[in-house]
């Protein structure tokens, strides 16, 4: 022990200056090593967010882009619901689009934007069914009319073509009077069924016209209803997709256009109800 201490002491200063200074370069060396390397892992990890970040924009776009689009489609079919024939056509097809466009924004919307979209889908739902209700009178006119239309054809072929027996009958010059008199029955009982399949289509038409204002009266205040809690739905959208700008004005905004609307609206359903 005596001989390492010894030789220790031996060592010139330079020596232990040297090995001092080498140590402190290589302390240094690693500490900034170390710091260069967490610094890489934190750009890494904060690059990877914010990739995470674009890549999930990206996609909220598109979803949500196509989510407004449906509703406009959506909006728009019902009021087309009238003109329908319920017997060939499905009531929701015209709404499966937003429901699947919808079903793709939860997935990846912010929580309150799902939970304000999945409301509206809800209520979309059920409006399908109230309206099925208040649709049946007007359909069942439409097919009324469609069957009177179609008998009311048939007769008047079937007139025609007795007038038609008639005139040759008379364009002989010497006409059967057992036929002719048996046309002249024949078209007696055409005329009547002719008349007949009009008075129906006739009252097949104002039952419809009635059943169809009574409809739209009942969907514009539906339209009014729903169209008012669609506002939140595209303002938490813009929130989500980062179009922020002034939301409350812009609330405010489109509050004041629904307004306006509204008044539209019952000024439109007041002259459907003197209809």
Not at 10 to 21: E, F, H, Q, T, Y
Not at 170 to 191: R, W
Not at 198 to 204: P, Q, T, V, Y
Request: aromatic residues 6%.
């Amino acid at each position: 022990m005596n001989i390492l201490v010894t030789a220790l002491h031996s060592i010139p200063d330079v020596i232990w200056s040297g090995i001092i200074a080498s140590l402190l370069t290589l302390g240094g060396v690693l500490v900034s090593n170390r710091s260069n390397t967490n610094r890489l892992l934190l750009q890494l990890k904060h690059d990877a967010t914010e990739k995470a970040k674009e890549r999930t924009a990206a996609l909220r776009r598109d979803v949500y882009l196509r989510t407004v689009e449906e509703l406009v489609k959506a909006n728009a079919h019902l009021a087309s619901l009238p003109q329908m024939d319920l017997s060939k056509v499905n009531l929701g097809e015209g709404l499966q689009g937003f429901f699947s466009a919808a079903a793709r924004l939860q997935l990846v919307a912010e929580p309150n934007t799902a939970l304000l979209v999945n409301k509206l889908v809800a209520q979309f739902g059920e409006l399908v069914f109230e309206l099925m209700t208040h649709l049946l009178p007007a359909s069942k006119a439409k097919t009324d009319i469609q069957i009177a239309d179609d008998l009311y054809s048939k007769v008047q072929i079937e007139v025609n073509r007795i007038l038609a027996d008639m005139a040759k009958q008379n364009e002989t010059g010497k006409p059967d009077l057992e036929v002719f008199q048996a046309l002249q029955t024949s078209f007696k009982f055409q005329q009547s069924q002719f008349n007949k399949y009009a008075g129906e289509r006739d009252d097949a038409w104002t039952r419809f016209n009635s059943g169809n204002i009574a409809f739209q009266r009942f969907l514009l205040t539906q339209l009014r209803d729903i169209g008012s809690k669609q506002i939140p739905v595209l303002i938490e959208i813009r929130r989500d997709l980062g179009l922020t700008g002034d939301l409350r004005l812009m609330e405010e905004q489109m509050q004041l256009q629904w307004n306006r609307m509204e008044e539209k609206f019952n000024a439109l359903i007041g002259s459907l109800g003197d209809a």
